[in-house]
């Protein structure tokens, strides 16, 4: 099957660790022209030069701070111009969990959620001619009970309706809007393996959880992103995909 | 686990002021790479030796000085088959003796690590033979029966006894070199701390199926932190660790809310570290910086905000602020010192059987004022069987590691300690003892 992702623009957000990265390298091995950001010029810098190993596309980044819309507008200004457009936007950036204080519910709204709104909005008017792809990256903490009541979970779940509208508002111009809720993800410097390290009981626990028994890989995330975003689920608009190897049990009708 | 990552802690060169802690390594002392035999852990003979040339010989702590407030209050505390009386005198000192009663033998005062509140004196339950603060008999009821008159020892076995560093101390030496002299480096070291502003918190006792030796070589390395302790390894840094060895008296410096080398910054602070961060008044959530510079952001923001919060660090170095300033005393008490708190062990060897031993716990923990210090109530001790109270998870981890240790002394498949240069301090805890022991 072909992806039809060859030349095709990317811009995806916190994209040098983690799943974001996973993303970034599958979108560059399919033959993409990738744009990537992180807080620090080094991340970029490093990143850029280990994708473009591989990369049959451009690939390219510059450093911003999410939080800052302005910075975080002209990088998305800039990378557009530089790749001559964009067909394809993956807000990815969180700021993660935690429910220390009221500081918590400040940040998953200034990151998560304005991370993925700002990001959107400069991007739609670029899509409005050739139509493009928008795969926001949800949770399965924003549809089923998960650790604590916390910011990440409910701010997460605002994007899925969030997507969800916005493909309503926006399939005219064949643009088409996704989420993808993974489960819990195991990588070296994830928060998983921080746990298989720490306690590792829980770890086993979660694991037995799961319908496939055991835990899920950024790069099976990164498949699911990536065929949502190209052109081979082109019939596909406003899905919640939940990436999670059974660990969920509600039934989605 | 394998080093991940390298990473070289930065440690203060420059001791804070001229009561600092000292800060420099020490000479790396040449001990030699012996196997440890295990006898030492499992024989009654050696047991029975450290009781002669060890336990009977240095100094040991007992209780805290304000455990001993006004004259006549005292406190009880035990060493192998030993009952010791701690009593505060009028002219406010303190004196030890052995806590029995010269008559028939029966134990003075029936009581175990809880302060006694004022006596006027201590009279036996058995005939109610009474003696003073002083330890001298007091009466002798129906002294004209005795055709040999009283005792000619005129009362109480006294013992040496003297005070450190808000400690009292006594040993059953009664040669034994003065305190000071004994403590060499400590209280150098550790009075920049004062323990003194410090309230005990937590007082328990626990039987553990192992060795006191075992316990002390737990607490003296942390290369089994990747083992037994693998939550630690997103707190601390187990590798970069500066050991130092003093004459009998050990440490290491153990730089916390740090990550090891051997695990890779997670997305988020971990756990632990929030709790350090939370402890100092900062805010996680509001935390913009990389994990990696935490320790050096929370020195900063304890240097810059403790006075305000009223806590006294002025001598202390920053890396005092956040690390753990490990101390063994020789030559069973270890400190796990920090700026705001002191987590102390005492290890005590059975009576009998070379395959048990007493851990006492100690938490003290500095105020937030002076009125709290005031006020505070001292929580009452209780012993406990092995598996019946909680320790934290950390303790709770080397307590149910060590009897499986014990038992594996005791195997014929086992000769002795293989100990590396990670495990300095036990082999320098070893040699001191044999110097102990060879006298």
Known sequence: ?253 | MKIKRNQKIERTSKKQGPNGTPVKAAPKPKMGTQIIPKERYTSSDYMHQEWDKLWTKVWLLACREEDLPEPGDHYVTEIGVESILLVRQKDMSIRAFYNVCQHRGNKLVHSFEQPQEAAQSFKCKYHDWEYGLDGGFVDIPDLETFPQGAPDCSGLASLPCDTWGSFVWFSLNPDVEPLKDYLGIIPEHLNPYHFERMVLTKTLTVEWDCNWKASVDAFNESYHVQGIHPQLLYYLDDKDIQIDCYEKHNRYLIAFSVLSPRVIAPGEIPAPIKVVMKGAGMDPAAYEGSVYDIRKDVQKFKRENGPEQGKDYSELNDDQLTDDYHYMIFPNITMNVHADDMMMFRQRPHPEDPNKMFFDYYMYELPDNEFDQEEHIRPKHKTYKYGDVSLGLVINQDAYNLPHVQKGMNSAGYKGLWIGDQELRVRHFHKTLEDYLEK
Request: charged fraction near 20%; hydrophobic fraction near 40%; proline fraction near 4%.
């Open chain 1, 1 to 253: 099957m072909d992806l039809g992702l060859r030349n095709k623009n990317v811009l995806i957000t916190g994209s040098t660790a983690g799943i974001g990265r996973r993303i970034a390298n599958l979108f560059a091995d399919e033959g993409a022209n990738v744009a990537i950001c992180s807080r620090t010029p080094e991340s970029v810098n490093k990143a850029v030069k280990e994708i473009s190993l591989t990369a049959d596309g451009r690939i390219i980044g510059a450093p911003c701070n999410i939080k800052d819309k302005e910075s975080y507008e002209s990088w998305v200004e800039n990378m557009v111009e530089q790749l001559g457009g964009v067909d394809i936007f993956i807000p990815n950036v969180s700021a993660g969990g935690g429910n220390d204080s009221e500081r918590n519910w400040w940040n998953n709204f200034e990151v998560d959620v304005l991370g993925t709104v700002r990001g959107v909005e400069a991007v739609l008017p670029h899509m409005e001619e050739k139509g493009g792809a928008i795969t926001m990256i949800c949770t399965t903490a924003a549809i089923e009970t998960f650790m604590e009541p916390q910011p990440y979970n409910a701010l997460k779940a605002s994007l899925i309706t969030y997507s969800k509208q916005l493909s309503q508002a926006h399939g005219k111009d064949n643009i088409r809007v996704n989420s993808v809720s993974p489960g819990p993800i195991h990588f070296e410097g994830g928060a998983w393996e921080m746990i298989k390290t720490s306690n590792q009981k829980f770890f086993e626990i979660t694991e037995k959880t799961h319908a496939l028994k055991r835990m899920g890989t950024p790069e099976e995330v990164a498949n699911c992103v990536v065929f949502l975003s190209s052109d081979a689920s082109s019939w596909v608009t406003g899905v919640n995909l939940v990436v999670d190897g059974g660990y969920t049990k509600r039934v989605q009708f």
